[in-house]
């Protein structure tokens, strides 16, 4: 089991053709809501050290806004079970990459999910989210953009 708390996330953004940063994911078990849909770009946002975007390979015009839930929630943690690092191939903690969903709920209003972060193998390019059980109450958490 690896835990995560608190943790400030390295930059895994790679420098794109155009000078996008993107890097090609791969979720063995699909991403839930998404269909068979299996194979995702990971955008990041430029200029912005917080946000990403994931794109589907297959239906580009689908995706998910994502965010470093580090960053706006200092307390925050996620302790990775075995079934997860053994189906991400995760050996180290350093390879790690931990996103949660955004939702917008208004012009200058959002929410994330913080009971169902999207882990990220960065060097093997695999992803799966993790369901958090007891954490059902932070399916919409607001983010405060204002600090």
């Known amino acids: 089991m690896i835990s995560l708390k608190g943790e400030k996330q390295k930059q895994t ?22 269909g068979s849909d299996k194979d995702y770009i990971l955008h990041a946002l430029e200029d912005n050290p917080f946000f990403y975007y994931l794109q589907s390979c297959k239906e580009q015009e689908m995706g998910l ?7 706006f929630f200092p307390d925050y943690s996620v ?19 931990v996103l949660t969903t955004v939702t917008f709920a208004g012009e ?19 992803a799966q989210q ?9 399916i919409r958490t607001p983010v405060n953009l204002e600090d």
């Open 13 to 34: 953004k790679k420098k794109g053709e155009a000078g996008q940063q993107s890097q090609p994911v791969y979720f063995r078990q699909g991403l839930p809501g998404f």
């Open 65 to 71: 806004f994502l965010l470093d839930p580090f960053s």
């Open 79 to 97: 302790d990775l079970p075995d079934e997860i690092l053994t189906e991400l191939e995760l050996v180290s903690k350093e390879d790690v990459l």
């Open 108 to 126: 200058k209003k959002m929410t994330t999910n913080l009971a169902a972060p999207i882990i990220f193998n960065t060097k093997k390019n695999l």
């Open 130 to 138: 993790l369901v958090i059980a007891e954490k059902t109450d932070d």
